[in-house]
Every structure is written in structure tokens, then in C-alpha cells.
């Protein structure tokens, strides 16, 4: 089983770089990341997708 991770910054002013080599350097070898995704908003694209890559697949 492969670690991922997810990364969230709230304004595009900020930088999400920090966290993801947090969270590459914790040995997520994949990481989503929302970039000026406020905490209002309950769709963030990167985090519908980071839960989507977690569902299992059924065949």
C-alpha cells in the first residue's frame, strides 16, 4: 500500500510547496494539493480527488 498525502492553503498569496515536502519527506509518494481553496468551500477539487484516488475499485 502506497502513502499519500494531502495539502491545503486557503489564499493564493500562500504556498503549498512546504507542506507537500512535509509530506514527501513523511514518505507520501503522492500528494494532492488545493491551492486558494478557502475553508468555506466544501468542493475543493484536489481533495474530491485525493478521497476518489482512496475509494477501492471494485471490479
Known amino acids: 500500500m502506497s502513502t499519500v498525502g494531502y495539502a491545503r492553503v486557503s489564499t493564493r498569496e500562500q504556498n503549498p510547496e512546504a507542506q507537500e515536502a512535509e509530506l514527501r519527506a513523511a514518505g507520501a509518494e503522492r500528494v ?6 478557502s475553508s468555506r468551500v ?3 477539487p484536489q481533495s474530491l480527488a485525493f478521497l476518489d484516488y482512496l475509494r ?3 471490479s
Open 56 to 58: 477501492p475499485t471494485h
Open 42 to 44: 466544501k468542493d475543493r
Open 32 to 37: 494532492f494539493a488545493d491551492h486558494g481553496e
